[in-house]
């Protein structure tokens, strides 16, 4: 019965997000919501402007799906709906400056983002402790770290997801293969809400990488890359990070190995160099490679490569334990 409901979950949200991105593309031509290419800018790599809508298509997509297949609305459906509004928000706010060439504030956006963790915390989706691979009781951790280590988490996952949105089907990409690898451990684990999750958004992914494989017909923008992010790290946490031993803390890491690797570097070295963290720049992985000499296509192939290499990782990291 729940392979049937994994498989029509699947379906379910890869044709709403298929269905919902070609008249959203449409609407954003009409109201100028449109990336534009920019000559000056190593960032801007597309030639002709294109839509920013595909957000909306992800966001409707995962949770008309998400609450057709649960049939109830909890506290923690609530508290992930609420933070998946707010990041809505804040970033489509973000991608109206970008249409008109300016740069939305990262103050206000860092704040809305660790907004955007607090109701899911409070939920009760949360990293609490781990086991103790020694005497194999549990360490439950003090609240205010449990609230901290949790608001860090969704709001550093949400984060690289967002830095790795620099290149058609790159960040769709490594989302769905960091969506595969956490729906095969929530199912080997037994967690079914978090499996549920997980397959309806690597449905939606599938979906946007239709549009968004190079060239990219429409972009998801800063909504919807940190709406993805956001929902990964509930997923872990949801999943991965319950019952969790010291080894198995790293299972939900190395699902999101690519971005989350390539951002450390990215942050240390704009630290070394004394720029500001949130400042936007050409040093991630993508861009590097680009430099490099490879195409769009490779790069994206390369890294979505890494990132399988990564979850294959983190599957037989799980293994070991079971």
């Given at each position: 019965?729940?392979?049937?409901?994994?498989?029509?979950?699947?379906?379910?949200?890869?044709l709403i997000v298929y269905f919902l991105i070609p008249p959203l593309a449409k609407w954003a031509f009409r109201l100028d919501f449109v990336d534009k290419p920019r000559h000056d800018s190593e960032r801007k790599i597309h030639r002709e402007p294109i839509p920013l809508t595909a957000s909306y298509a992800i966001f409707i997509g995962f949770f008309a799906t998400y609450l057709l297949v649960a049939r109830e609305f909890t506290l923690?459906?609530?508290?992930?709906?609420?933070?998946?509004?707010?990041?809505?928000?804040?970033?489509?706010?973000?991608?109206?400056?970008?249409t008109k060439g300016k740069e939305f504030p990262a103050l206000p956006k860092m704040i809305v983002q660790v907004s955007a963790a607090i109701p899911v915390f409070f939920s009760g989706i949360a990293f609490t402790g781990f086991y103790n691979p020694f005497s194999g009781a549990y360490v439950l951790l003090p609240i205010w770290l449990q609230f901290i280590l949790t608001i860090l988490w969704i709001f550093g996952v949400t984060t690289v997801i967002n830095f790795s949105d620099g290149m058609d089907g790159l960040a769709g990409g490594l989302s769905a293969i960091s969506a595969v690898t956490l729906f095969i451990v929530a199912l080997t684990k037994g967690q079914d809400n978090s499996a549920m999750m997980a397959i309806i958004l690597i449905g939606v992914t599938v979906a946007y990488l239709r549009y968004n494989k190079p060239p990219a017909k429409i972009f998801m923008g800063d909504a919807g890359a940190t709406f993805l992010g956001f929902i990964l790290a509930v997923i872990a946490l949801d999943g991965a990070y319950k019952q969790a031993t010291i080894l198995s803390l790293f299972i939900p890491i190395l699902a999101l190995g690519v971005p989350i690797f390539d951002n450390i570097f990215v942050v240390i070295k704009r630290m070394i160099q004394g720029k500001p963290i949130y400042q936007a720049d050409a040093s991630q992985a993508h861009y590097r490679l680009l430099r490099a000499g490879l195409n769009n296509k490779q790069v994206v192939m390369f890294l979505c490569l890494i990132g399988t290499c990564f979850g294959l990782s983190s599957i037989i990291l799980l293994l070991m334990q079971v």
């Open positions: 019965m729940m392979v049937l409901l994994y498989v029509l979950s699947f379906f379910l949200s890869f923690e459906t609530l508290a992930i709906f609420i933070g998946g509004v707010l990041l809505l928000t804040i970033g489509t706010i973000d991608d109206w400056y970008k």
